[in-house]
């Protein structure tokens, strides 16, 4: 059984910071890709950014230059540092990841519970 449990939304005003983090536990052998993705209301889920083992970084266009991923292998953890909000940046943040558990053959996806990130004045 793996969880992935999210902590550090919460109301922010516009050009605040914030941080989010994502810690994995469970029968976890090996994570591959970790993301943030987000959901506003009426809209869909989207990306906001990913990373591979190797470190590589994907970012939406939308929030590139201001937020920045990173990802700590010795505790399963992946971060998301955002700078510069924005009321549009309002919605449910998710993470993600692709593992690989000692019970199955391939790695799955996992998703977070999601916290709530709320850009306001």
């Known amino acids: 059984q793996v969880q992935l449990v999210e902590s550090g939304g919460g109301l922010v005003q516009p050009g605040g910071s914030l941080r989010l983090s994502c810690a994995a536990s469970?029968?976890?052998?090996?994570?591959?890709?970790m993301g943030w993705y987000r959901q506003a209301p009426g809209k869909q889920r989207e990306l906001v950014a990913t990373?591979?083992?190797?470190?590589?970084?994907n970012y939406a266009g939308s929030v590139k230059d201001r937020f920045t991923i990173f990802r700590d292998n010795a505790v399963n953890t992946v971060i998301l540092q955002m700078n510069s909000l924005k009321p549009e940046d309002t919605a449910v943040y998710y993470c993600?990841?692709?593992?690989?558990?000692?019970?199955?053959?391939?790695?799955?996806?996992?998703w977070g519970q999601g916290t709530q990130v709320t850009v306001s004045s």
């Open positions: 993600n990841m692709d593992i690989w558990t000692m019970s199955s053959v391939r790695y799955s996806n996992y």
């Open positions: 469970g029968s976890i052998v090996s994570i591959n890709v």
């Open positions: 990373i591979t083992t190797t470190g590589y970084t």
